[in-house]
């Protein structure tokens, strides 16, 4: 991106200034070189969202923004369903919900790497992962819409989990507002063997060990230390997710001009959040959140069975996050308090200390922020911060964001020699694709280590541990 | 930017082009439906190679869109519905357009890790770079970004 065309408003901010149809201004956040970097499509899509009806504020993009459907992946935008304000199925993408869960073991490193391959090989053999994979569990039409409907909460019901895991997931392990009806068939029927199921592409679980703590504080609250191990899953709502996005993302294009809405792009598909397809899409979306909160806890179930057989061990949820999402919240706009839809597109929720929706003990220390990396390079553990309020509305980047295409990481690198090239630095790849494992090879991911101190430095979330792969399951 | 390369010489046939976090794929042929045929063998192609996939049983599907370009998506995300629901993969395609109706059908045979080696699954076809043309030599081209 040509940094001539924006107004640099700090080392980490810079500014989309209004023009033509935007009705705000575009904010994003990235140091000099991470802005460089990212590609033009980026400044033209956040400046299409800035032109969206009743968005509030600005549009922002995250230190690890690239180009998206409609919206940029790492886009945050606010609207207001009084002033005409939209939801966009882009806004929230195809893999709703689509976020990270941390688990501490309880165990060090040494512990593990006693029995590393064995936990690789029992993983791996105990989660079902990549394509045409299948869980266990079969869900019959009334346990389909009870899941949509409840969530982690749902699953916690039905034994895959404990209550004490819900207080560490956003919203409690349930979405208010889900509304299965609004879900086709189409996308219940796709789901329906898929519960319990990793997926493919940069979907995983790791165990990772923690390399380096930076805010001793907050690590204490969140029960990090170093040289200890967590296992880290990351996924999203499954087949039904997908298909809630492309059923709704093709009504909202077709009834935009009904709505008096210009659609400069397509995929920028939306539709009034006071009007009856966009309420639709609300409650279809928030079962989508559901699904995906009920599968990752269906898959910490697993991992603890895992855990408990080989090690006799517990695991004990530090937080869950979402991505991929469109939320109601309240955040203060020019001294007024306002009811807002927030979407975050490959986004971080980052609630700061104090915030009433956060678990009693972790409040004081502000929200985990939990970030992934690649096979073979680090994540990170953030924690949202007071000032990331008027920032972006409480947002903080995801991940490491692709750097290459899939197919010039196919020509670059073969799967068997990154599976073996990352065994010798010790971390124990498996995965049912060579191919899958070239296109998520590590260096195909631009540096995550620079989009988070990024993110720290731009005070949207606060730097707190660095965690290191032992083991990964990829799909 | 996604920029499919040139028809080629030799009709029908597909190609990808490339999309920062995902892929695109786009197909070549002398009619809208050969061009439709051959970009679902590309769609085939984002997840394994088509050769190894046996065409040995139908599945018949029909979509209904007055927009070609939308058809083209709902044609892929038709394809995409099916593999996930029967895991199946496809790899021969005959498609036949009349008017805003599509009727297609595809053969495949049940996913089988070991053989295939799927890399990745397909989420939805998309409408990034999406367009159904002709070229001045009268050669139809079908395209769109897939979200992997």
Redo the contacts between chains.
């Keep these: 991106m040509d940094l001539k065309t924006l107004t640099k408003l700090t080392d980490t901010q810079w500014r989309i200034e209004p023009k033509g149809p935007m009705r705000v201004p575009g904010i994003l956040f990235g140091n000099e070189a991470l802005i460089r970097d990212m590609?033009d499509?980026v400044y033209e899509q956040v400046a299409n969202v800035a032109s969206l009806p009743g968005i509030v504020q600005a549009a922002y993009a995250m230190p690890d923004a690239?180009?998206?459907?409609g919206f940029p992946?790492g886009g945050v935008a606010a609207f207001d369903p009084d002033e005409g304000g939209v939801v966009s199925g882009g806004g929230v993408?195809?893999?709703i919900s689509c976020g990270v869960r941390t688990l501490h073991t309880g165990l060090d490193r040494a512990a593990i790497l006693a029995v590393q391959r064995e936990l690789a090989d029992a993983l791996y053999y105990r989660i079902p992962v990549?394509?045409?994979s299948?869980g266990a569990i079969r869900l019959d039409d009334r346990e389909m819409d009870a899941m949509l409907a409840g969530g982690a909460s749902w699953a916690v019901g039905r034994g895959y989990g404990r209550p004490e895991d819900l207080g560490r997931i956003e919203e409690n392990g349930r979405m208010a507002g889900a509304d299965p009806k609004q879900v086709s068939e189409?996308a219940k029927?796709?789901q329906?063997d898929e519960m319990g199921t990793l997926?493919?592409?940069n979907h995983y679980l790791e165990l990772q060990e923690v390399t380096a703590i930076h805010d001793p504080a907050i690590a204490a609250t969140y029960g990090l230390e170093q040289g200890a191990v967590v296992v880290s899953i990351h996924c999203g709502s499954r087949?039904l997710g997908?298909?809630i996005?492309?059923d709704y993302?093709?009504r909202m294009?077709?009834a935009a001009s009904q709505h008096g809405i210009h659609l400069p792009?397509?995929?920028l598909?939306c539709a009034p959040l006071n009007s009856d397809l966009g309420r639709a899409y609300l409650g279809a979306m928030c079962a989508g959140i559901n699904c995906a909160l009920a599968n990752r806890q269906i898959l910490t179930h697993l991992a603890r069975q895992v855990f408990r057989d080989i090690l006799g061990a517990d695991l004990r949820l530090l937080y869950d996050v979402s991505h991929n999402t469109c939320k109601l919240e309240e955040h203060r706009v020019e001294g007024r308090q306002r009811r807002l839809y927030v979407h975050r597109k490959g986004a971080t929720r980052a609630f700061g200390p104090g915030h009433p929706d956060l678990p009693a003990d972790l409040r004081a220390a502000g929200q985990p922020v939990l970030i992934g990396g690649t096979m073979g390079t680090a994540s990170y553990v953030l924690a949202g911060t007071r000032q990331s309020q008027e920032l972006a509305f409480n947002s903080a980047c995801h991940g490491a964001?692709?750097?290459?295409?899939?197919?010039?990481a196919t020509r670059r690198w073969q799967g068997r020699a990154v599976q073996n090239e990352l065994a010798s630095r010790g971390i124990l790849v498996r995965s049912?694709?060579?191919?899958?494992m070239a296109?998520e090879a590590p260096g195909a991911y631009k540096d995550v280590s620079e989009v988070v101190a990024a993110t720290d430095r731009a005070g949207l979330a606060k730097l707190v541990a660095r965690l290191e792969p032992l083991v990964c399951i990829k799909? | 930017m996604p920029m499919p390369v040139p028809p080629p010489a030799s009709l029908p046939s597909w190609a990808h082009f490339e999309h920062r976090a995902d892929m695109g794929v786009a197909g070549y042929g002398l009619t809208p439906a050969e061009a439709f045929e051959q970009a679902a063998m590309a769609l085939t192609a984002v997840i394994c190679d088509p050769a190894r996939v046996r065409p040995a049983q139908a599945i018949a599907i029909q979509c209904e869109e007055p927009d070609l370009e939308l058809l083209f998506v709902d044609w892929l995300n038709a394809l995409i519905y099916e593999m996930a629901v029967r895991h199946l993969l496809f790899s021969r395609f005959e498609v036949q357009i009349e008017g805003a109706v599509l009727r297609a059908e595809a053969w495949g045979e049940p996913i089988d890790p070991e053989r295939h080696q799927p890399a990745v699954e397909i989420k939805g076809a998309t409408y990034t770079a999406l367009a159904v043309q002709q070229d001045d030599a009268g050669h139809w081209v079908a395209r769109c970004v897939v979200d992997v």
């Design positions: 590609d499509k690239h180009w998206g459907y992946i993408g195809f893999d990549g394509l045409g299948t189409q029927r796709r329906r997926g493919s592409g087949g997908h298909q996005g492309t993302l093709k294009a077709l792009d397509r995929e598909a964001g692709r750097a290459m295409s899939r197919h010039a049912p694709s060579p191919r899958g296109e799909g």
